[in-house]
């Protein structure tokens, strides 16, 4: 593997943890918080662009990285393997493209009321 395609994955990886992330940022540096919530917000629309390959994924693949995958999902499947393979034998769930890109919107899902808990509760914003 590609020591630069492993930076990216990296990159990738930190900002999968990004909406949990942004809980330790100190208030001081919310311009940050902003910048990191509007490409969080964006990221699953870009998708399109790339073939529905996420940009750091497509990145990746192109340095040589997330070889030896076998569905549409590179990253997903060779990093977060460990917890679709115990969630798809307890639900009985075959693993395909179909069912692993399922579980990436799902994902989404739960990153997008991260976001709405941080922004309306954690902050306390209101209308003005």
């Given at each position: 593997?590609?020591?630069?395609?492993?930076?990216v994955d990296i990159i990738?990886?930190?900002?999968?943890?990004?909406?949990?992330?942004?809980?330790?940022?100190?208030?001081?540096?919310?311009?940050?918080?902003?910048?990191?919530?509007?490409?969080?917000?964006?990221?699953?629309?870009?998708?399109?662009?790339?073939?529905?390959?996420?940009?750091?994924?497509?990145?990746?693949?192109?340095?040589?990285?997330?070889?030896?995958?076998?569905?549409?999902?590179?990253?997903?499947?060779?990093?977060?393997?460990?917890?679709?393979?115990?969630?798809?034998?307890?639900?009985?769930?075959?693993?395909?493209?179909?069912?692993?890109?399922?579980?990436?919107?799902?994902?989404?899902?739960?990153?997008?009321?991260?976001?709405?808990?941080?922004?309306?509760?954690?902050?306390?914003?209101?209308?003005?």
């Amino acid at each position: 593997m590609n020591p630069i395609s492993c930076i990216v994955d990296i990159i990738h990886i930190l900002f999968c943890l990004m909406p949990i992330g942004i809980f330790f940022i100190p208030k001081k540096y919310f311009w940050l918080t902003k910048i990191i919530i509007l490409l969080l917000l964006l990221t699953p629309l870009h998708w399109e662009f790339f073939d529905n390959f996420c940009s750091l994924s497509w990145i990746s693949i192109k340095l040589g990285g997330l070889s030896n995958t076998n569905h549409e999902s590179p990253f997903t499947e060779k990093y977060l393997s460990w917890i679709i393979d115990p969630l798809f034998n307890l639900l009985n769930i075959n693993k395909s493209s179909k069912s692993i890109s399922k579980f990436v919107y799902f994902q989404w899902i739960i990153n997008f009321i991260i976001i709405y808990y941080y922004i309306f509760y954690y902050l306390k914003c209101t209308i003005r």
